[in-house]
């Protein structure tokens, strides 16, 4: 049974830094791109970032790119999401996901889902 696990969403305030970590199990972790999606409050399911299983390809959304990092340890099973300069937009549940894709996880989505973890940025 594949379960994905996030960490490390808190309220924070507009400028700083928090760092979401995702522990996998019950899948062979580097077969799998790894990637975050995002879902504020009466808005769609946003994609955020993702990252292959060997750590050559990374893809962001516009919006977060230059202020977020996605990362992973393989020997870990872990992905991670370090979002710097945090806006109060940047409010929303974020998930953890799994899936055959960095490039196109996009718009393909993703085959193994987390439960997500608040992040909650305030002005």
């Known amino acids: 049974q594949v379960q994905l696990v996030e960490s490390g969403g808190e309220l924070v305030q507009a400028g700083g830094s928090l760092r979401l970590s995702c522990a996998a199990s019950g899948l062979t972790f580097s077969n799998y791109a790894m990637g975050w999606f995002r879902q504020a409050p009466g808005k769609e399911r946003e994609f955020v970032a993702a990252i292959s299983g060997d750590g050559s390809v990374i893809n962001y959304v516009d919006s977060v790119r230059g202020r977020f990092t996605i990362s992973r340890e393989n020997a870990k099973k872990t992905v991670y999401l370090q979002m710097n300069s945090l806006k109060p937009e940047d409010t929303a549940v974020y998930s953890c996901?799994?899936?055959?894709?960095?490039?196109?996880?996009?718009?393909?989505?993703?085959?193994?889902w987390g439960q997500g973890t608040q992040v909650t940025v305030s002005s």
């Open positions: 996901v799994a899936g055959p894709t960095a490039q196109y996880m996009d718009r393909m989505g993703a085959q193994y």
